[in-house]
């Protein structure tokens, strides 16, 4: 219901702020990192599986999905649908081998496991290499692939139907056995769970979500490389935003991305330091002023990264979690 | 061998070069309660996990309702009707109480509504209606241990493992507790149980098997037991030594 209601105030936002290109990029952000974190989730808040490595499954989806369109010439819904089978294979691949490892292991591996994947798109010859790969042209049913409201209205559909998908898990047998796992591997194995085939399933779930986003961004931005797409810091922000949000909630990580990819966006852009000099609060000779303007605009990850400490120590069950009151 | 639900051949734990369980064998009947005793370090829970297949026998054969299952993981080792229960106990901590019991009856259901109304069911036989919206994480260790008894009888088994599901209690929830695994008996589980307390024990049991050093030391009703020099010596006087 609540989805019901959120989606319908965000299919409307484009045309309440006016088209505004930068505010629609911002938003593009803020509902690709909701979508992403909430797919994590699926994983990591309710299996408890903490993946390091989801920037893999993230650049399985996006070079595909490039590689397909661009040498290749196919439909992007086509490689979007390529990119999802990628994504499953390395899934498969990597649950098989790292979900014998339990709590920290398994999360060292999927780092390596992702690395695996970065160094061989860096290095193989089909994936661009270093250079990686360029779009210059796609379409689709005539849309305008050049604005930036079909990938607006794309992500928020992803976001949707992973939030659908992690309501449905919730109330059902699945949902419930990713749960157990999380709170007591052996418990759960002595209650006729399968461990390995719910950790597969969980993490074939969320794998294949998180390609489509990989796919999305990739046609949206029509320029992808290892380093935008294959990055453990995109794996580590995605798994920020969900514990800042709320680890293992329906909401938590959309809360999460809703309240730091724009912090993010203001700090880069130093709008506050700015803010502070133009309205001679602060004068742009002083000290303090050369200090906001200057080197608080490189110091933004600086900020960002006391934030998520501040978060984490006082709010271990994320924002959200301040609004639950303890049963 | 007919009516033996349960039979342990031969069966040897080593780890390394430390043997844990060394050439053990007896059998279960249906319905029996079987309480399995021994000092610390007697290889009881040893065993235990390896009927319950978290870990496997290193020689020996375990036979469960006429199937070898050495080599079985846990859970399918549990869907075939053999649940057990934790010496220390494992409850799913953030989870409700109702929770903890319905992923117990999943395992013989795919519906949530019909898992939880098995869940209810099995709360209210061993009294913890009052706690369903509870953390299990929240509950006293005696509660704890009913939880998981409530638990893993939602997987409606054939059998059922006890590991010292009284250890920690005071006499009147030792008593609450052999009281439901009586009825559970009465409705056709068979029942091993491995407990300190020789009270218990002796008060609920048909058959004892006890354990030392990893071998079996005897067999036999309570009174046979009770009575058995080795055993007192091993076990329950002290001996000689003490």
Known sequence: ?327 | MIGHILHINHVSKHFGGNVAVSDISFSVDEKQIVGLIGPNGAGKTTLFNCITGFIHVTSGDIIFDNKKINKLRPDEVCRMGMARTWQRVKPLGSLTVLENVMIGAFSITNAAREAEEIAIEQLDSVGLTDYAKKTAGSLSIGLKKKLELARVLATRPKMLLLDEICGGLNHTETDGILVIIREVRNKGATIVFIEHDMKAVTAICDWIVVLNSGEKLAEGTPEDITKNPEVIAAYLGGGQNA
């Open chain 1, 1 to 327: 219901m609540l989805i019901a209601i959120t989606a319908g105030i965000a299919s409307v936002l484009p045309i309440v702020t006016g088209e505004n290109p930068y505010v629609i990029g911002v938003m593009i952000s803020v509902l690709m990192m909701a979508a992403l974190s909430s797919a994590w989730n699926i994983l990591g808040g309710y299996a408890g599986q903490y993946s390091f490595g989801h920037a893999a499954y993230f650049g399985a989806g996006a070079y595909t999905t490039m590689i397909l369109i661009s040498k290749f010439n196919f439909n992007p819904l086509v490689s979007i649908v390529a990119g999802i089978i990628a994504a499953c294979i390395i899934a498969l691949i990597t649950g098989s081998i790292v979900f014998r490892l339990r709590g920290h292991y398994f999360g060292l591996a999927s780092i390596a496991v992702a690395e695996i994947v970065r160094l061989s798109a860096l290095n193989f010859d089909f994936t661009g290499g270093a250079q990686g790969i360029l779009l210059s042209d796609v379409s689709l049913w005539g849309l305008d692939l050049n604005s930036k409201n079909p990938f607006y209205y794309g992500m928020l559909l992803v976001l949707v139907v992973t939030l659908g998908i992690t309501l449905y898990l919730r109330t059902s047998k699945t949902g419930f056995y990713l749960q157990a796992i999380r709170e007591d591997q052996d418990a759960a194995a002595s209650l006729g769970i399968n461990l390995s085939f719910y950790k597969n399933k969980a993490l074939l779930i969320s794998a294949a979500l998180t390609s489509v986003l990989g796919s999305l961004y990739a046609v949206y931005i029509r320029f992808i490389d290892t380093s935008a797409v294959l990055d453990l810091r995109l794996s580590i922000e995605i798994i920020l935003t969900a514990i800042i949000g709320g680890v293992g909630t329906l909401w938590g990580p959309v809360l999460g991305a809703v309240l730091l990819v724009p912090l993010a966006e203001l700090l880069r852009s130093n709008v506050i330091g700015d803010a502070l000099v133009k309205h001679g609060i602060v004068s742009e000779t002083s000290g303090l002023g050369v200090f906001l303007k200057e080197n608080l605009a490189h110091a933004h990850v600086l900020v960002y990264g006391i934030i998520t400490v501040l978060c984490i120590l006082y709010l271990p069950k994320g924002i959200l979690g301040l609004f639950r009151r303890a049963k």
